[in-house]
């Protein structure tokens, strides 16, 4: 059973910064791509950032030059450093990992911007 844990989620002010993790257990993790969604209540879910299997990265225009995407695939993690945190980056955050198969969702980890 495929499973994605995330955390590192808060409240943080703005200009802040906070690093997401996420886990994957269950599945092969160093060839699929992983990426970072965000999603607030009542609106869709949109990717923040994705990088390959060989670490090849692509973000959302809103976080460039602020957020950075890593993996360990040693350990099976994904990771999101979110600096300059602005308020319009609060949100619910999940990771995502894509395989041939199918697409596999952690449970969310929430962050928070505010004064």
């Known amino acids: 059973q495929v499973q994605l844990v995330e955390s590192g989620g808060g409240l943080v002010q703005p200009g802040g910064a906070l690093r997401l993790s996420c886990v994957v257990s269950?599945?092969?993790?160093?060839?699929?791509?992983m990426g970072w969604y965000r999603q607030i209540p009542g609106k869709q879910r949109d990717m923040v950032a994705r990088?390959?299997?060989?670490?090849?990265?692509l973000y959302a225009d809103s976080v460039k030059g602020r957020f950075t995407i890593s993996r360990d695939n040693a350990k099976s993690m994904v990771y999101l450093q979110m600096n300059s945190l602005k308020p319009e980056d609060t949100a619910d955050y999940y990771c995502?990992?894509?395989?041939?198969?199918?697409?596999?969702w952690g449970q969310g980890t929430q962050v928070t911007v505010s004064s």
């Open positions: 995502r990992l894509t395989t041939y198969q199918s697409d596999y």
């Open positions: 269950g599945s092969i993790f160093s060839i699929y791509p």
């Open positions: 990088i390959t299997g060989g670490g090849n990265t």
